[in-house]
């Protein structure tokens, strides 16, 4: 089975790159990456102002043992661009068949930072040229970040100075945010703008919530907290709309992320039109060892459907997504329920009663569906916990 994907020219050993973030703050952290077996990475974004964070800068919920929202306030990177570049030769000079992406951000009313940043990456070495137009907190007050993401003329004027700048010549990705009415809206600009790329997405604002014994929001900065940008498994839905909506316009070459722990949900993405997986909190919680894991599942989702090549499938399930309108309105299921798995828990029953069509009863500690009354709104299949619940074309 063939991992490789080409992106932009560009051949990646497998589409599995470490997104910008901590994972990706030095050298010596990117190289650990590279011997674990990531195809690629982008480095913390680069910004010529220098960077103090917060303390304390994340906060997580969790469903049991497991972090189901991760949450950051957490700027750009603390290294200086000079440091990056002396950075981004070192790890090219070691790993010349790595792909080295390198993030920047520069000031929205002029060319001359993205355009300094952008040469010194270039002449470092780095492969292409990621534009953060979307990190939700800190820089949006300052007119950067998710601030030009969400302004169509601005990102495309960006994109435009760099385009026209006849000594850059690096392929140039825009990290979209998905904090848009409309992200096709965005993504035709900028590629009308000269754009040859995207990723998609960075993290969403989102306010964490509370601690509810000391009152103090998450992430606490001495007792105070601000939105900051929601990633992993929440993300994934958002992402994954985002990513089908780009393929569909402008459908210039996608790198997905947003909330990506497993190579199952790395399919997801590239049956919507990824070809390039960026992953940042599952990194963050389980380590660069977890590349192998991705590697493997998506492997194994490749043999169920012997996909032998990552192109096989790339994009294949945006044909089934559809405009609301062009469902079919005329098809009906309705729920059956095996009674040999059947706990009689009443979880359907209770779904059904409140939020349904009265259409379950408990007799004989089994749920019995009324099929006369059943209207085939699928609650009860969502809700059971035993799976003894399917539904049934009719
Ligand atoms: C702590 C933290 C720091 C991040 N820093 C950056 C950054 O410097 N530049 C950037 O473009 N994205 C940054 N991101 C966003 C990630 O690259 C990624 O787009 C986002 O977290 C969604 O992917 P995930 O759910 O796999 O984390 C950061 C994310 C986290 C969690």
């Not at 680069?46 to 306030?73: C, H, M, T």
């Not at 100075?161 to 000594?167: G, K, N, S, T, Y």
């Not at 359907?348 to 709104?377: H, K, P, S, T, W």
């Amino acid at each position: 089975m063939d991992l490789s994907v080409n992106y932009l020219g560009k051949r990646f050993d497998n589409p599995f790159v470490l997104a910008a973030g901590p994972p990706s703050a030095n050298a010596d952290m990117i190289s650990r990456a590279f011997e674990a077996g990531w195809a690629g990475a982008v480095v913390k974004t680069l910004i010529k102002e220098p960077v103090k964070n917060y303390l304390n800068r994340f906060a997580s919920n969790r469903i049991g043992d497991k972090i189901i929202a991760f949450q950051n306030i957490e700027l750009l990177s603390e290294m200086t661009p000079d440091d990056w570049y002396r950075d981004i030769k070192k790890i090219k000079d070691n790993y010349p068949c790595k792909i080295l992406i390198a993030s920047i951000m520069g000031d929205a009313r002029s060319p001359d930072q993205w355009i300094e940043l952008g040469i010194g990456c270039q002449e470092a070495g780095a492969d292409f040229l990621e534009l953060n137009f979307s990190c939700p907190h800190g820089y949006p007050e300052k007119g950067k970040g998710a601030a030009i993401g969400q302004n169509a003329e601005y990102s495309a004027r960006i994109v435009e100075w760099i385009a026209e700048e006849q000594a850059l010549n690096l392929p140039v990705i825009v990290k979209m945010t998905g904090a848009v009415p409309d992200i096709s809206y965005i993504g035709e600009a900028v590629a009308a703008a000269g754009a040859d790329g995207f990723c998609a997405i960075n993290t969403f604002p989102a306010i964490m919530g509370f601690d509810l014994n000391t009152l103090k929001p998450k992430a606490s900065v001495a007792g105070y907290s601000t939105a900051g940008g929601y990633s992993g498994p929440g993300l994934k839905p958002i992402a994954l709309r985002c990513v089908s909506d780009l393929a569909k316009s402008p459908g210039l070459p996608i790198m997905g992320g947003g909330g990506i722990d497993s190579g199952y949900d790395a399919a997801e993405f590239i049956l919507l039109g990824a070809s390039i997986i960026q992953v940042c909190t599952a990194v963050m919680l389980s380590g660069f060892d977890i590349i192998t894991k991705l590697k493997e599942e998506l492997m194994e989702f490749m043999s169920w459907h012997e996909f032998t090549k990552i192109d096989d499938f790339i994009g294949i399930g945006n044909k089934q997504i559809k405009k609301f309108s062009e469902l079919d309105n005329e098809y009906s299921v309705k729920a059956s329920v095996d009674h040999e798995i059947c706990r009689g828990c009443t979880t359907c029953f209770v779904a059904c009663r409140d939020a349904g069509y009265q259409a379950i009863e408990i007799q004989d500690m089994l749920a019995q569906i009324n099929r006369a009354v059943c209207r085939g709104c699928s609650l009860c299949f969502q809700v059971c916990p035993t799976g003894a619940i399917t539904m049934e074309e009719c």
